[in-house]
């Protein structure tokens, strides 16, 4: 059998766990175990991580990023150097990802997890530090808790460590999502994180919209996903006239173009949405679903504790809804029905080409494994 197509801008996102360490407010965690994401609380099984890996590595299958994060802080799970090792094997040995992600609020970037993730292995690792304020008492309103002080140190001992042992990785990307509630920040923000690199001689850079590929240190100012239409048009507009102040160009795309302008924002699907053929999610239980906005697991597919993710995301089920989806029908997708993510920055594109491409792998694979299935 073929490798599954490689789809441009293809990302893997796995949760190691729902548990955090803080509780931001544009965040689930923030409403405890009142959100069903959240009502219990653990970390993914070693185990299915390292089949997930070794299925991928024995299908061929590549992604352009694998991202281990979703609602929790991924260096509280007990065994994350376990996982962590695992993921860059197969990313250096076979090529399953083109790059090796992780988003962290620095809680928890103790002296022993420095040590495990400083490397030169052949293969991007970017290291998202979500920091979202230069200021103590704006950072405790946006993350529910009052660990400015550790997670400033954690994050210059971490530069530190880089500069002295010139680790090739982790990337540092210093992230801050820009809102309402942080946007006069900015300016002292970059100043200051630009300013802790150059000072250990570490080349740093300040982007907005998206993270381009380097090793270079990033100052990364991201948009704000926000819960209705309204407002996301009214967070566009902050976010846009700032990086506009800042210098900062924004990504060249139809969203970009429509925040620049002032467009409104409307859920307002594209014929196709990229999160079925893209951005499969797994939940630290092993849930496999189509997108991050799917904390309620709507568009859930399976479980990695029944079967192989490969059998999940290229199987007969998710060959139908794609067809489905392909043709502009979300019929029993309600979570999608009412999405203006599509319209956002954050939103992976996705092209007819590549529709086709995928459409005909599972002409090839899905049905006569289907058809062999039935016979028997």
Not at 55 to 77: K, N, S
Request: with cysteine.
């Amino acid at each position: 059998m073929s490798a599954p197509p490689h789809l441009p801008g293809s990302y893997l996102v796995v949760e190691l766990t729902n548990r955090c360490s803080l509780a931001c407010v544009h965040c689930s965690v923030s409403q405890g175990k009142a959100h069903p994401h959240h009502a219990t609380s653990g970390y993914l099984d070693p185990g299915l991580a390292l089949g997930l890996f070794d299925d991928l590595v024995a299908v061929r299958a590549h992604f352009d990023a694998l991202v281990l994060f979703w609602l929790g802080e991924p260096l509280l799970h007990p065994h994350f150097g376990l996982i962590w090792r695992h993921a860059l094997r197969a990313a250096v040995n076979h090529g399953t990802f083109g790059k090796v992600e992780l988003h962290t609020n620095a809680t928890h970037l103790s002296a022993d997890r420095i040590r495990l993730a400083l490397n030169d292995a052949d293969v991007e690792q970017p290291w998202h530090f979500s920091l979202d304020a230069i200021d103590r008492q704006t950072y405790r309103e946006i993350k529910g808790m009052d660990r400015f002080d550790r997670v400033q140190e954690n994050v210059a001992a971490f530069l530190r460590h880089k500069a002295q042992t010139g680790a090739r990785w982790p990337r540092p990307v210093f992230q801050f999502i820009v809102g309402s509630n942080n946007v006069a920040e900015v300016g002292r923000f970059r100043e200051h994180w630009e300013g802790a690199c150059r000072r250990l001689g570490l080349p740093v850079r300040s982007v907005a919209g998206h993270v381009p590929p380097g090793q270079d240190a990033v100052v990364f100012f991201r948009q704000l996903d926000c819960p209705t239409a309204d407002q996301q048009r009214a967070q566009n507009e902050v976010f846009v006239n700032e990086m506009r102040c800042q210098g900062l160009p924004l990504p060249d795309q139809p969203a970009a173009a429509a925040a620049k302008q002032g467009r409104s924002v409307r859920p307002q699907l594209p014929t196709a949405c990229s999160g079925f053929w893209k951005s499969p999610v797994i939940g630290w239980q092993g849930d496999v679903t189509t997108c991050t906005r799917d904390n309620l697991l709507r568009n859930r597919i399976g479980t990695l504790q029944d079967q192989r993710f490969s059998a999940l995301w290229w199987g007969r089920a998710m060959a139908e809804r794609r067809a489905s989806v392909s043709r502009g029908c979300y019929d029993g997708l309600p979570l999608c029905q009412t999405c203006f993510i599509p319209q956002s920055l954050n939103y992976s594109h996705l092209s007819s080409a590549e529709i086709a491409i995928q459409a005909a792998w599972d002409a090839d694979h899905v049905r006569p494994q289907a058809r062999l299935q039935a016979a028997r």
